[in-house]
T-cell receptor, first 117, second 113 residues
Framework: AQTVTQSQPEMSVQEAETVTLSCTYD???????LFWYKQPPSRQMILVIR??????QNATENRFSVNFQKAAKSFSLKISDSQLGDAAMYFC??????????????FGTGTRLQVTL | DSGVTQTPKHLITATGQRVTLRCSPR?????VYWYQQSLDQGLQFLIH???????AKGNILERFSAQQFPDLHSELNLSSLELGDSALYFC????????????FGNGTRLTVT
């Protein structure tokens, strides 16, 4: 079974600084998808960024970027120029290549990010 | 707005009771997933339906059941409720192929007293 590990329960960053959240996963598959979701205090689940395992290029979405290391099974999220609105719980998630129909997401336990002035 | 609608937003009930949570997926999405998030925990996968058929089960209790109807909305039924069932229940939907992300509803917060 696939597992996702987020080893940092809490992180803190000053406004305008850069922070990196770690994620590792375990799979025997060669093709899959990885995601970062953000859960603010409102408890909504908001997609931040996605990465296809077959793509070597790291995904980027505005201030958010990933460092995808396939051999190391590592998928970290970098937030640049941190803003107060970035304060949230961040979940890393893995999705296997679907066979016939779309497959579920497996989530890590989350990293709570605090942004300070 | 994700396009996924969950009702009700909040539900307070007593132990031993039965409740039904409802989910309407995004227009065009055939897959519906249910997740449970207990206080300050990650999201635990419960069950996945695709176009009316059950496709995968996670750690779903026997007291819980779900179905997806011909109009693609889904219901999660929780019975013989216990205090430990108090949680945020999310519904998510997606299209095929699998690199499309899951789009989550705002969740139903269930409190069992």
């Amino acid at each position: 079974a696939q597992t996702v590990t987020q080893s940092q329960p809490e992180m803190s960053v000053q406004e305008a600084e850069t922070v990196t959240l770690s994620c590792t996963y375990d799979t025997s598959e060669s093709d899959y998808y990885l995601f970062w979701y953000k859960q603010p205090p409102s408890r909504q689940m908001i997609l931040v960024i996605r990465q296809e395992a077959y793509k070597q290029q790291n995904a980027t979405e505005n201030r958010f970027s990933v460092n995808f290391q396939k051999a190391a099974k590592s998928f970290s999220l970098k937030i640049s120029d941190s803003q107060l609105g970035d304060a949230a719980m961040y979940f890393c998630a893995y999705r296997a290549l679907p066979t016939g129909t779309a497959s579920k997401l497996t989530f890590g336990t989350g990293t709570r990010l605090q942004v300070t002035l | 707005d994700s396009g996924v609608t969950q009702t009700p937003k909040h539900l307070i009930t007593a132990t031993g009771q039965r409740v039904t949570l409802r989910c309407s997926p995004r227009s065009g999405d055939l897959s519906v997933y249910w997740y449970q998030q207990s206080l300050d925990q990650g999201l635990q996968f419960l069950i996945h339906y695709y176009n009316g058929e059950e496709r995968a089960k996670g750690n779903i209790l026997e007291r819980f059941s779900a179905q997806q109807f011909p109009d693609l909305h889904s219901e999660l039924n929780l019975s013989s409720l216990e205090l430990g069932d108090s949680a945020l229940y999310f519904c998510a939907s997606s299209t095929y192929p699998g690199n499309s992300p899951l789009h989550f509803g705002n969740g139903t917060r269930l409190t069992v007293t």
